[in-house]
């Protein structure tokens, strides 16, 4: 696993999965949720939130043998719940954040 940092390279990143940088280009394309950071030269880095997509796609199709379109669908249905997952999130966070000021402000 890579240490902890704000972005990866493509190099690491393929390296930590076993596959080849032109997979993950590959599925860039494949994946629109799948978009790295890329620089003025073209170069890409890859966020933790990229890295944690592709380890779920490497999951789906060496362990569950899924197709392409299948791991498409899988994060659809995903995305639908993970959506609802992330608002309530946030609301919490929120509510914590609110309760804390009007803590500091009595």
């Known amino acids: 696993m890579l240490e902890e940092k704000l972005y990866y390279s493509i190099g690491e990143v393929a390296k ?3 596959l080849t ?3 993950l280009r590959f599925w860039e394309k494949e994946f629109t949720f799948l978009k790295p950071k890329k620089n003025g ?3 890409r880095f890859y966020t933790k939130k990229d890295k944690e997509n592709i380890g779920k796609i490497v999951y789906l199709i060496r ?3 899924l197709t392409l379109d299948g ?3 899988e994060f659809r249905s995903e995305r639908i719940h993970g ?3 992330d608002v309530l999130q946030t609301l919490l966070e ?3 954040f ?3 000021l009007k803590e500091n402000l009595n």
Do not use: F, M
Request: without cysteine; glycine residues 4%; charged residues 55%.
């Open 16 to 18: 930590e999965y076993d």
């Open 21 to 23: 940088p032109s997979t």
């Open 41 to 43: 030269r073209g170069v």
């Open 63 to 65: 362990e569950k043998r």
């Open 71 to 73: 791991v498409r669908k």
């Open 83 to 85: 959506d609802q997952d």
């Open 94 to 96: 929120t509510k914590r």
């Open 98 to 100: 609110l309760l804390k």
